[in-house]
């Protein structure tokens, strides 16, 4: 069956779009199929992999293409347009093999008002009835269509209706992380926003009006399988002391906090799970990945992951090229044991 996972924090700047990417196409070089879907209006993972396929133009691409975007998928639910939703039509990397796209839309967006209608109103107006089910109903013909895996979404960082829809829909999440105090407020602020989701979706579950509808919301409670902590500057092969301090913050605020929130709603892989993966200092961490520095910008101007690029690609010479190179490397080795990890506690 295809696992879907969304990641999120409602703190922006945690590198959710790069790993988002990454984690995609090492799962992909794995023998995985993957779609990654662009859930965020301000479309950087869809900027991001169309660059690194080589596509250009970006509006000839969303006019003549013929690959369909999350607006236009949802069109028929959302304008009331009398058509049944259909598998999307994914964009295919060129150059790596399983590992698919669905573009975002800035216009995406502008449904959050019904989303939020839709589960203020739980089931006064029959028009909003197929409003909550549909996102993951089209996720799921797609997916049946293509075969896929695992799918990756994308999130905006807001505590929007969007996103309560899209989180709850999924099978698990994952909550990438920056170490600074802001994302540390962001835990405390998703140990009370989860659960208000969870209580949203459980009463529109309990709904008939929402049970009977064409999309109807799956069952799935989601489950968390963990942070990843990132952007953070290394020295000596581990984070610099400034940074680790507010490493050891976040993950004590996780294990005293959010896990316990989430454990009582029933929101946690099982936690043994976590304990073959884990560290004892960080158990519910599932990687530190450093600043990719200016990696990222090479790898997009020649079209491949950061742990793709070439020594000639790297554009350096001397000291400053080894370490680009070992950097390189550490980065295919942290993401490789990340798509593992993923692929433990889904399994």
Known sequence: MTKIIS????????????????????????????????????CNLTGLCLSLAGTEDIEEFYNQSGIDNIKISLEPVFEGV??????????????REGLFLLPGHIGFAEFDVSIGIAQELTGSLRMTQNIPGAIHYLIKITSEKYGFDYVLID??????????NLLMQSD????????????????????????????????????????????????TIPKFIGTI????????GAPARSFQSWINKINRNVITNLVP???????????????????????????????????????????????ALSEEQIEQSGKVLSNSINSRDEFRDTFTQLARKTISLTS
């Open 172 to 219: 698990y999440f994952i909550v990438p992380c920056s170490p600074d105090y802001f994302c540390n407020m962001a835990i405390n602020s998703l140990t009370r926003v989860l659960p208000e989701w969870k209580n949203i979706y459980d009463n529109i579950r309990s709904l008939s009006i929402f049970r009977n509808a064409e999309y109807s919301f799956p069952n």
């Open 261 to 307: 929130t989430l454990r009582k709603h029933n929101m946690l892989v099982q936690e043994e799970k976590f304990r073959t993966i884990g560290s004892g200092s960080e158990p519910y961490n599932l990687i530190n990945i450093s600043d990719f520095n200016g990696l990222i910008a090479q790898s997009q101007k020649y079209n491949v992951p950061v742990f």
């Open 82 to 95: 009398p058509k049944r939703l259909q598998p999307a039509k994914c964009f295919e990397f060129p150059n």
């Open 7 to 42: 990641l999120f924090n409602n703190k922006g700047g945690v590198s959710k779009t790069t790993t988002t990417f990454h984690l995609g196409w090492i799962l992909s070089e794995m023998g995985k199929k993957v779609l990654l879907v662009d859930a965020d209006s301000q």
């Open 155 to 164: 999130m905006s960082p807001s505590v929007s209706a969007t996103n309560a």
């Open 229 to 236: 902590l990132q952007r953070y500057r290394p020295k000596n």
